[in-house]
Structures are given as structure tokens and as C-alpha cells.
């Protein structure tokens, strides 16, 4: 049986963003992060938005209970009928409970929790290894994908640079929050049947297969 409503946990660096919309396309279900339901409800003026877009604008964190609500809005519209892929909701043990209970309440429930898992030290390769063009945006990776001329962009002969959120310093210091936070969130779903750890490692497409067989998708 295929899962209707998915989500997908992992570290900042592992790949996760790519894989959703991966499994999205294949699954042909909405892929939804938290950033784009907030632009959307903001966008759309429903009362939640605008409570959300006031909170933005004055520089407070939107709290768990006004995304709750924009993730209830948002189940509601027609294209997720079918069911969504959740990429970075819920990020808290109260999201997490919230979105059970709005799902029950539709008798629905997560049909799969999909968790990739990679070594710390990998995703500091990965993520200090980009470099950016300073003229185009282009990104380049000193592994994986590499310009003709070392330093040089490709496409517009600009000067590639690391950003400052790419120091390997940086990105520990964003790993060692991530496991602060989502470790109980981690724990809060480990023990269903829905919960699978797919390893990071390796090529996309050597990951987006385990993904796949993890949630009995053909295709």
C-alpha cells in the first residue's frame, strides 16, 4: 500500500530537500515545506496569514500554533487529497502530535516517516565543499562538481567563493542544533512501523532507491 501523507527528517546537508521532490514527482503529491506554506498562506490574506505575516514583519518567530494552522490550511486545499510529502514539518514534538491528530480527525495518519541518516563529518564535506559564483549564482562543489578553470565560474568566467554558512565551523555549529532539537522528534516516531532510517550515504540515486523501496513505490 502506498503512504499518502510522508515526511522526511534529516540533517541540514543530507540530501533531503532533492529526495522529496524526487518522491514527489514520482508519487505525484504536493511537496511541501515550511517556508512555502508560510508564503503561501501570507500570500493567499486568510486570517492565519495575515496573523503570520504580522509576526514576520515585526521580527518574532511564527510559534508552533499559527504554523499548525497554516499546515491545516494547507492539507485542506484540493491537490492534497491525495496526500503531501511534508520536507521539515513538523520540527517539534508538538508539531508532530498536532499533525497526528489532524490527520486522525480525517481518518488519515503518516503513512511513512522517512529519516536520512549520514555521518556528520560527510555533511560538513559536502556542505564546505560549495562554492558559489560571485556574478551568476552558479554553484559548483570541489568533489562533486567542479569547474574547467579551479576557481573560475564556467558559465560567466566569475570568481567562486565559499559563503560565510558554508565554514565547516558553521555547519557544525547548525548539526550540533539540529541534534539538540530533533532528537526527541526522532524518538517521537522511531518506534512506529512507519519509521524508516535510509542511509545518506552515496549517490542520489542510490538514495532516492532506498527511499523508494522504503515506501513500496513502483516506478
Avoid: W
Wanted: charged share 25%; proline share 3%; aromatic share 6%.
Amino acid at each position: 500500500m502506498v503512504a499518502k501523507h510522508l515526511i522526511f527528517l534529516g540533517a541540514p546537508g543530507v540530501g533531503k530537500g532533492t529526495q522529496a521532490q524526487r518522491l514527489a514527482k514520482l508519487m505525484d503529491l504536493p511537496h511541501v515545506s515550511t517556508g512555502d506554506m508560510l508564503r503561501a498562506s501570507v500570500q493567499s490574506g486568510s486570517e492565519v496569514g495575515l496573523c503570520a505575516a504580522a509576526l514576520m514583519e515585526s521580527g518574532a518567530l511564527v510559534g508552533d500554533e499559527i504554523i499548525i494552522r497554516i499546515v491545516e490550511e494547507r492539507l485542506l486545499l484540493e491537490d492534497a487529497s491525495a496526500g503531501v510529502i511534508f520536507d521539515g514539518f513538523p520540527r517539534t514534538i508538538h508539531q508532530a502530535d498536532a499533525l497526528d491528530n489532524l490527520l486522525a480527525a480525517h481518518g488519515d495518519k503518516i503513512g511513512a516517516v522517512l529519516h536520512l541518516d549520514l555521518d556528520d563529518e560527510e555533511i560538513v564535506a559536502r556542505l564546505s565543499g560549495r562554492r558559489v559564483c560571485s556574478e551568476c549564482g552558479a554553484i559548483y562543489h570541489i568533489r562533486y562538481h567542479t569547474p574547467t578553470v579551479y576557481g573560475i565560474c564556467d558559465l560567466c568566467g566569475g570568481a567562486l567563493l565559499q559563503r560565510d554558512d558554508d565554514q565547516p565551523a558553521v555547519i557544525r555549529k547548525r548539526l550540533a542544533v539540529y541534534q539538540a532539537e530533533t532528537a526527541p522528534l526522532i524518538a517521537y516516531y522511531h518506534d512506529r512501523p512507519a519509521y524508516h532510517l535510509v542511509s545518506g550515504e552515496g549517490e542520489a540515486d542510490d538514495v532516492f532507491s532506498r527511499i523508494v523501496k522504503a515506501v513500496e513505490v513502483v516506478g
